[in-house]
């Protein structure tokens, strides 16, 4: 080929990864003039609109004045944001594919501007529709019909087929559930057009409900800052100085991709958007020092994908979780913390499994070679610096509430900008770190102190969001606000000040480029917003749904019957349905239809079963297996993004990530029996010990998946490995085949039991009751916490429950009311069949032993028959 086909062939690549990412993510169509200016703003507005709800300005200006306006948009904050999203996603999403890419057709402003007055119209007509709540009048029908029409067509536009067909589905139930072609087992007794159309427009039960709540007060203004922290220069920071770290390395440019995708992974929400950010420069690369096409593009998908599982964001189901799980959004953060690092640890050493089979060497580095002792100190001085940021800012932070109390907010905005004029002034001494061009000759890597010094600023708008969440235990919302207040700042400032550190002189021209950073991040949040907040619009339709009708009941019977009651294949039909559904819906849409239909079914399946599976635990779970399908054929794309770059094959990129992805699959089932890897009821020691063994044992298993560990593994060894992974994952398995972890004991004991635990500690309780859903004699295991010492009657008491003896089992006579048994939904006339205690056992541990010993005898094994050094 010649270079001018070379040269047009690169180009149409990259014109075909601009539109993919665009008609996924923002939005295919770019109008031109005034229309463009206009929609310009319109983005613009939104950003600022969620800025302002989500700060105390609108309580100031309603104090200076008698206009309540500034107030009274709060509450209809959701209604807002819906209506904005419609009238965007008309305008930068083409209807067909023939539709004009750079103007906006009649039919189009008809649509847009026709859902967005649907949405409004229930904040200008709030008071009457409250005064005939349940009677809608022919107006609000009207209204409500073209509401959800505009929003079905507005779903299609930004997320395809699949998410409509699966609302139009619940819909058709809600409408024709009583109808002969519905399957007798699912039937119900259907809704009136009125009593639907009010229960999914007209008010917070369906389409405005808790998802596009979270869009609008959460999602939003995290979203925002991560676009405003890449348009400020952050994103090719995190990439240079991911090489600058890993480049040097077997596979460098790999492990690169994988560190660059898990920083970019904390401030965006995409994985299409961050395969194409970060995989433009990592992809060419890994091919150059070795990696075939597919498995260049499968790291880049397995990492970026990854992105979604790694706090704070987590694609935004991290917020809908502390709605769905009814938890603080910090203890979100710390069950999803561990596995999301585990599993980049995990996937950074599948990579370097790859570089030692393939003889992989890194690129060159500048500068001196450095000595193992030198390489060995710089990784501790990384780690003991990282440690030493963590605990100034958390104890140096720390203090500044109890010495400025109310003054506390001015003392640290102070503090902000002292550091960040200082960091300035140390980043003007070096070069600014421009953006390469992936298609040119990589000869050797950046500089490592340059390329650091040169963004370590961008550090201190996410050190405010963490301080303003885990010391100032701010809100969510709040505490994104202030970190979006210090990244705006940054934006309008770091260029002028960079310019007057080196005597350049330039200010007005560097103060015009922040500004026009500033609007380009405003206008790209808004942009990246559109499809979530549509997404979360249309999941409500089936959250919705499953409120109006009880359908969750109905399918979890369903799922539960093909199960068997089997917990193991319960976990695994979820997983598929997860996937199934995952292949078409984005992410978050996914994790709010699989949650809403599946976790309570999970938990309470498992408590049948004797197994006490922590609604955090489940929601984990279906989020995990709902991100992979952005890996796997024949949807993924990610995949399809990696492939267009890498120019190797979707499908074989895809399955590779699959591949590449196991570990990620395993997870979940891992953290369903082993809580202690999502850091519940665990100490700070005990966390520690959690992470290294678990981090031991994911890279086993990769190596036992990859085939290769010291040297290539022989079938049996690899049997061995995951053998030794799994008993490093879950010790007690093999404790439980021998001793049963519970005593188990007559119910009139629970008495006796309850008396003799020790305070804090939990006794395990048998329930039979009647499920009046389905008309079943169920069982429930339900652990009882126990209190200060006291007789058991008193103790049991003390958690709201008061019992009779009816023969050979315990009835619950009375729940306390707002007690802790209430709110398990423990009810009258449940029976106590048995009761447990944790039976007298050497401790679990105690089979690290052989398992450690299998390993160093299949470590002594493989080092014999290789020269190869394992790092």
Known sequence: MSDTGQASGKGASNIDLEDLVASTDTGARDPKGPVGLMLAIVAFSWS?????????????LSGLTDIKFFTDVIPFARQIHLAVALFLAAMAYPLFASSPRHSVPWYDWILGLAGAACCLYMFVFYEGISNRAGLPTVTDLVVST???VVMMIATYRALGFPLLIVASVFLTYVFFGDQPFIPEVVQWKGAS????????????EGVFGIALNVSASLVFLFVLFGSLLDKAGAGNWFIKIAFALMGHLRGGPAKAAVVSSAMTGLISGSSIANTVTTGTFTIPLMKRVGFKPEAAGAVEVASSVNGQIMPPVMGAAAFLMVEYVGVSYLDVVKHAFLPATISYIALLYIVHLEALKAGMQGLPRPGPAQTVLRRLTGVLGGFVGFAALCAIMYYGLGWTKDVFGDATIYAVSVLFVITYVALLSVAAKYPDLEIDDPNSEVTELPETKPTAMAGLYYLIPIIVLIWCLMVEHLSPALSAFWATMGMVFIMFTQHPLKSFFRQEGALDSEFRRGVRDFVDGMIAGA???????????AAGIVVGTISLTGAHQVVGDFIEFLSGGSLILMLVLVAVFSLILGMGLPTTAN???????????VVDVGAQN?????????HLFVFYFGIMADVTPPVGLASFAAAAISGGDPIKTGLTAFYYSLRTVALPFLFIFNTDLLLIDVTILEAIFVFITATVAMMIFAAATQGYFFAKCK??????LLLVAFTLFRPGFWLDMIVPPYETLAAEKVYEVAEGVDEGENIRVVFEYENFDNG??????????VGPPASGEERLKEIGLELLPDGDRLIVDNVGFGSWAEEQKIDFDWAILSVSREADRVVKEVFYVPALLFLALIIMLQRRRTDVPAF
């Open 715 to 720: 079938i049996w060894e690899s049997v061995v």
């Open 48 to 60: 600022v609109f969620h800025i302002y709800t989500a700060s105390s300005v609108p309580y100031v």
């Open 610 to 618: 004797g197994l006490i599976v922590p609604l955090i635990a489940v």
């Open 591 to 601: 994790y709010i239809v699989v949650s809403s239909l599946m976790a309570f079914v």
């Open 146 to 148: 073209i509401g959800m």
């Open 527 to 537: 942009r990246n917003m559109i499809g979530i907040a549509v997404a979360t619009g």
């Open 193 to 204: 057009y009125g009593k639907a159309l009010w229960h999914f427009w007209m008010q917070e």
């Open 776 to 785: 079943k004699i169920e069982t429930r295991t339900v652990e009882l916490p």
